[in-house]
């Protein structure tokens, strides 16, 4: 269950609309369809972050991969009829694959396929994730080397256009193949009474798919059930939207610590584009921009601005904590990791992950089955804990500049525990600034790498295994937890700068700063005297989730 949702328990960004602080937005027009057509080579993180983001999908087989599709399928059906054994087709699978099935078994042992895989339990896959899993799968049977029908991929598609979803159970998937998931989807597409999720309802497929106007069965034929669990599609799914979540939260990261440096009035030195040319990282040059533009033209980071508060005692600064100052190269690790995962999930969303794989006969005439092992998840596994690496090392660097705002010493003269009122009699932010600081043992615990924990299993068949499925759901659940983290930042980063704003009467704060900080600003009032703070911690949740405080288009990534 996702962390964010048991802590704010907001309803999203209804529960910001608070009276005399916010007024409702007029409702959105309904999104366009997006309508594609899929041929197994030009699947596009578009695409999927459309289907991740809601819009409405109508989505087709192009008619020349079905026509390459029908000519490898006939070809396979003639390397059965010449004797070819097939794991899968007329061979059984795993530790029972030496045993022969005969073709009059193969209706009935397509069925078992998946009754027998379908044993996942615990909280399914979000909706969006299972809609975009169909899709990939459809794309990559359209790619014509897995020997099924092209009616196959149509009727996964045919789920997701008329808007069913099957409930796909995230435990029980070792990575190597998303056979438990896929498995209970494929039950949904063929009629059992799998549960689906339509129109509101939740109930067995062989009761709602006739409710969605689709045929209430599909007959699968021979060789057909293995490309439905075989692969590893339920984790590219959740990989997209784990870049699609943490690109945005890695946006409003770098808001929080602008906004973090108006506060505290740090040098600029630090983002000289100098500096950061020579380390030659491309994204740490691009950080360190974008944190220039927020802040540019900044009265508060400037000598001026820092002498502002103390003006008798003022001694120049000579550099600031390596929080700050290395910021920009710490900030630019979780954009490197999330471009070598944009690069991966696009191959691999128009890659061919069953096994077997049909092809044409390097000599000779017709097709061959080859057997491999195109559906293991190693490297979409090891980026998921390569990405919850940094998703813990920016939370990190998020609980360590919030708990320097507490101190006048740290801060360089923010009052302490960023107490609006009278300190003493009012305690101040202290508590809001824990709650990250409990979180992140949590993060670092899920954060171990789970591809680097397999198990052999099944007799010994699968002897190796990535555990990616167990890296995903870390991911997302440390995403959930950075979602909280950063609310903590941006909360007491904009305290600090309206604890000490008449001080800095005539200077200006930079115009990406100054946006977010307005922006928090229409849910959250600055803190004077205590009062109960978790309300405030869940509207500035619910901003970070719904994308609020990204900063201004100027100032973000390209």
């Known amino acids: 269950m996702r962390i964010a949702r048991i802590a704010t328990g907001l309803g999203l960004l209804a529960a910001l609309l608070v009276p005399g602080q916010a007024t409702a937005e007029p409702a959105a027009p309904a999104p366009r369809p997006l309508n594609l057509v899929l041929d197994g080579r030009s699947f596009t993180l578009k695409n999927a972050f459309a289907i991740l983001e809601g819009r409405p999908v109508s989505a087709r087989i192009a008619p020349n991969a079905q026509a390459t599709m029908a000519r490898t399928r006939a070809g396979a059906l003639e390397a059965l009829e010449s004797g070819q054994r097939v794991y899968g087709w007329n061979q059984a699978l795993g530790p029972l694959k030496d045993r022969p099935l005969s073709p009059e078994q ?56 008329a808007g069913v979803v099957p409930r796909m159970p995230q435990i029980g998937s070792l990575g190597t193949g998303d056979l438990q998931p896929q498995a209970a989807a494929g039950l949904a597409a063929i009629g059992e009474d799998a549960p689906v ?7 067995p497929a062989s009761a709602l798919l006739p409710k969605a106007g689709l045929p209430a069965s ?28 943490a690109t945005v939260l890695a946006d409003q ?48 980071m400037t000598e001026e601005g820092r002498k502002r508060l103390d003006p008798e005692n003022y001694e120049p600064r000579v550099q600031d904590a390596v929080s700050v100052r290395a910021a920009p190269h710490i900030l630019a690790g979780l954009r490197h990791v999330l471009a070598d995962a944009r690069r991966t999930l696009v191959r691999e969303a128009n890659s061919s992950t ?11 005439t017709g097709y061959e089955f080859v057997m491999g092992g195109n559906w293991d998840a190693s490297i979409m596994g090891h980026l998921a804990d390569s990405l919850n690496a940094e998703i813990a090392d920016v939370a990190v660097l998020s609980q360590e500049l919030s708990g320097r705002l507490l101190s006048p010493r740290w801060s360089y003269g923010l009052p302490a525990n960023l107490a609006g009122g009278m300190p003493g009699l009012n305690s101040g932010m202290v508590q809001v600034q824990s709650v990250a600081a409990a979180l992140i043992p949590e993060l670092q615990v899920r954060a171990t790498p789970a591809g680097t924990l397999s198990r052999p299993v099944k007799d010994g068949q699968e002897d190796h295994n990535t555990m990616a499925m167990a890296s995903a759901r870390h991911l997302h659940e440390n995403l959930d937890r950075l979602e909280i983290v950063l609310a903590v930042q941006y909360l007491m980063a904009a305290q600090g700068i309206d604890l000490i704003a008449d001080k800095m009467t005539g200077l200006p704060l930079g115009p990406g700063t100054r946006a ?43």
């Open 106 to 161: 193969a209706e009935q042992f397509q069925r078992n396929v998946l009754r027998s895989h379908a044993a996942g339990v615990g909280e399914p896959v979000p909706d969006h994730v299972a809609r975009l899993a169909l899709v990939i799968k459809a794309n990559q049977m359209a790619r014509g080397t897995y020997g099924v029908r092209p009616e196959l991929p149509q009727r996964l598609l045919a789920l997701v256009n």
């Open 253 to 300: 990261a770098e808001g929080a610590f602008a906004l973090f440096m108006e506060a505290t009035r740090a040098e600029q030195g630090s983002l000289d584009a100098r500096t950061h040319k020579e380390r030659h990282i491309p994204e740490e040059n691009a950080v360190a921009a974008r944190l220039r533009a927020m802040v540019a033209g900044s009265g508060w």
């Open 516 to 558: 977010l900080h307005a922006e928090l600003r229409q849910y959250v009032a600055p803190l004077g005297d205590d009062r109960y703070m978790t309300p405030d911690l869940e509207r500035v949740v619910a901003l970070i989730r719904n994308g609020r405080l990204v900063p201004p288009p100027t100032t973000t990534r390209p």
């Open 197 to 203: 999720r339509y129109a509101g309802e939740e109930g």
């Open 354 to 364: 069953s096994n077997p794989l049909v092809f044409r006969r390097k000599q000779g």
């Open 218 to 245: 599909f007959t699968l034929k021979a060789g057909e059930a293995l490309p439905i669990v075989s692969g590893s599609t339920v984790v590219a799914a959740l990989l997209m939207d784990a870049v699609r979540r």
